[in-house]
């Protein structure tokens, strides 16, 4: 059973870097063409894909946080990562890490419990 | 402003079916079977529940049904139980650089 745990600072200042690692047990992020996933959840909203990366380095990214956004991946130590520069109150949210089943398509079938980021306003 | 639209609430007695619809474009939904459907309750990450527009993950019940016509894409919950109450998101690949894209979300409640 994979399982993804998502880890990093509960609080950003703001126009400072924001960084998650997910962290993957129970399979190698190495294998086949799954992609790993970051998406968000603001506050009483909805989800919000972010991007994702494979194993490749092979990433693709929301078009409305891509200036901001950068994932790699340490396969070492079978984690990934979400960078967010330049952060800002609106990217207060829960951030989920989650597996992609099918090649970046949007069908994922394992999640982290999520994180609460805030950005202080 | 989601770029898939789903209806804010849907409600329904137990043992009712009901059907959460979710509307995209011919770049989404229209386009492509990659259409999932996501249960989430209050303070719990989502759990997928159905994907490529009608296939059941292991475990998942058989009261939880997905189709798809033209841009609109629906999950249909039968013998609705108290245990349904929750939101739903549907998402969808699409052909944009963004390549996954979200339903605002649809709260279920077991009148």
């Known amino acids: 059973q994979v399982q993804l745990q998502e880890s990093g600072p509960g609080q950003v200042k703001p126009s400072e870097t924001l960084t998650l690692t997910c962290t993957v047990s129970?399979?190698?992020?190495?294998?086949?063409?799954?992609?790993w996933t970051w998406i968000r959840q603001r506050p009483g909203k909805g989800l919000e894909w972010i991007g994702c990366i494979h194993h490749s380095g092979t990433t693709f990214y929301s078009q409305s946080l891509k200036s901001r956004v950068y994932m790699s991946m340490d396969a070492s130590e079978n984690q990934f990562s979400l960078t967010l520069t330049s952060v800002t109150a609106a990217d207060t949210a829960v951030y989920y890490c989650?597996?992609?089943?099918?090649?970046?398509?949007?069908?994922?079938?394992?999640w982290g419990q999520g994180t609460l980021v805030t950005v202080p306003s | 402003q989601s770029v898939l639209t789903q209806p804010a609430s849907v409600s329904g007695s137990p043992g009712q079916s009901i059907t959460i619809s979710c509307t995209g474009s011919n770049s989404d939904i229209g386009s492509y079977s990659h259409v999932s459907w996501y249960r989430q309750y209050p303070g719990e990450a989502p759990k997928l529940m159905i994907f490529e527009v009608s296939n059941r993950p292991s475990g998942i019940s058989n009261r939880f049904s997905g189709s798809k016509s033209g841009n609109t894409a629906s999950l249909t919950i039968s013998g609705l139980q108290a245990e349904d109450e929750a939101n739903y998101y549907c998402n969808s690949f699409t052909v944009s650089d963004t390549r996954v894209v979200f339903g605002g979300g649809t709260k279920v409640a077991v009148l």
């Open positions: 129970g399979g190698p992020v190495s294998r086949g063409g799954r992609y």
């Open positions: 989650a597996r992609d089943a099918i090649a970046a398509a949007g069908e994922f079938d394992f």
